[in-house]
């Protein structure tokens, strides 16, 4: 079993920045992808990024330029740093890992999820 813990989401003014972080434990998988998804109040939940152990990255276009994923496998940690951040950037956010080696962008292709970081910006 993997447990994901997210942490460093708050509130932030548009134009701003935030750096989430993810540290996984349990039975972890050095070769595994992860993920950023992000889920506002009345939608479902969406792809934001992804990045495998060879360190390939995908981003949605809505985030594109402004998010970017990395990982510390010393740490077990993934981050997504957010800069230019927008009021529709608003969301709970969520990581997530699948023991596979390519980089995944959907929700059905990741086996565990943390409980999620709230993002809140204001305009």
């Known amino acids: 079993q993997v447990q994901l813990v997210e942490s460093g989401g708050g509130l932030v003014q548009a134009g701003g920045s935030l750096r989430l972080s993810c540290a996984a434990s349990?039975?972890?998988?050095?070769?595994?992808?992860m993920g950023w998804f992000r889920q506002a109040p009345g939608k479902e939940r969406e792809f934001v990024a992804t990045i495998n152990w060879g360190r390939s990255t995908a981003y949605a276009d809505s985030v594109k330029g402004r998010f970017t994923i990395s990982r510390d496998d010393a740490k077990n940690t993934v981050y997504l740093q957010m800069n230019s951040l927008k009021p529709e950037d608003t969301a709970v956010y969520y990581c997530?890992?699948?023991?596979?080696?390519?980089?995944?962008?959907?929700?059905?292709?990741?086996?565990?999820w943390g409980q999620g970081t709230q993002v809140t910006v204001s305009s």
């Open positions: 349990g039975r972890t998988f050095s070769m595994a992808t």
């Open positions: 997530a890992t699948v023991q596979q080696l390519t980089i995944a962008t959907m929700r059905g292709q990741y086996d565990y």
